[in-house]
DNA sequence: ATTATTGTTGATTGACGAGTCAATAAACTT
DNA sequence: AAGTTTATTGACTCGTCAATCAACAATAAT
């Protein structure tokens, strides 16, 4: 009994479908089989709609990539000033939408197929391009080396994810601690401000390289 | 022609393959046949001393593990006093031997296989919980929350890894700037450092949480 | 010499899984 | 009513690959 504009609806199943059933696994080996009975169809109408699995998981990672999008402008319209833009990024970042087991984990698979196949390396490219112009935007009247710090930021970003990825799970149905998270990023954030603020005061702000005069050990 | 006592050689023959394998594939689905092929054996021998694929995985991941702390070991050695060692241990994170685009892929990997793999799982929080310590250690001296600043210090180093396995392949031949990737990492350091010593100067460097009063968002 | 022990591989098995296809059915079009 | 498009699936093909096995060779032990 088949109704008509199914596709869409069909498509946005197995995008979820696809994401828990990575998360879940932890792993891109995830049968299309699999998948398909997690969103109530076969696996001969996955292929129907996306062609492949390889569509599968890039339509799943661009489902994910827009929802951080989402998140991540609203906070930045919401926030006020560029500290509070910051903060909101930040934040937005280790949402609850975005900071979940399912997610942290199909990211983490992303980025392994991101090695493997070009759209995804692409993909995942544009996302770290758009948030380092953010964070570079907004961190140029706060800091002496926006770029760096903003390099920063996201290596810290990436860095936090993977290791809640391989956190030990908590008791049963317990989540992950997105506001713990960002608050790591943040204290980043806070310090580097700071020492612009001390260094400026000092007059060497200009200096901007991430090495500063006490290190002995010849960096740049 | 079967000379005696091939078995160690056979068997860092493999584990060298197999880190050499996952890393050019950029994934962990390469074939057994592959690796030993690498290795210069059928794949027949590669199961008759490995027993499975699996134990050929996690032979690689120890092997990357205990270089890894040889290097830091040494370089905790040669350093002098708090701030020289974490230094030391921060550069030898990202030294020649452990910077290389293969090994960078493989830890990535192995980061996947550690969420399906209890072993691997075990084999990575040993080493998150001695470096951990390591730099606890070594903080305690020097910034008001040790504890928080190592676990930041240990995200960036994850990050800028994961970070380099998706950068654009320079010209080939080049090889991943480890001195660059440390620098970013040793400015964390330092404007923690900074931090502590401007907020003793003001008397509250025992509030040690990530958050500083200029932050209106409302943590902890 | 004969009997282990260790090293080594080609060939085979057995399972699994991506992708295709033919067939069926309900809706829309003319 | 006949034809077209969309939805849907069970069955099948075809390839791949981990793991096993039987057999062979060389060295060591008795």
Known sequence: MPKLGMEPIRRAALVKATIAEVG????????VAQIAR???????????YFGS???MFLAAMRHILTLYGAEVRGALAAAEGPRGRL???????FSAGNFRREVISAWLNFYVLA?????????LRVYQT????????????????????????????????????????GPAGSVPDGRAAADV?????????????????RGDVARG??????DVTGEQ
Do not use: C, F
């Open 24 to 31: 879940q696994a932890g792993s891109l080996d995830v049968t």
């Open 38 to 48: 997690r969103a109530g169809m076969s696996s001969a109408l996955a292929h129907h």
């Open 53 to 55: 699995k390889e569509q």
């Open 87 to 93: 903060t909101g990024l930040i934040r937005a970042s």
């Open 115 to 123: 090695q493997t196949v070009p759209e995804a390396k692409r993909l």
């Open 130 to 169: 758009r948030l380092q112009a953010n964070l570079v935007h907004d961190l140029r009247p706060l800091v002496a080396d926006p770029g760096g710090v903003a390099r920063g930021i996201g290596a810290m970003i990436d860095g936090v994810y993977i290791r809640e990825a391989l956190a030990p799970a």
């Open 185 to 201: 990023v943040l204290a980043y954030l806070r310090a580097r401000m700071a020492e612009a603020i001390q260094g400026s005061a």
């Open 209 to 214: 390289d991430g090495v500063g005069p006490r």
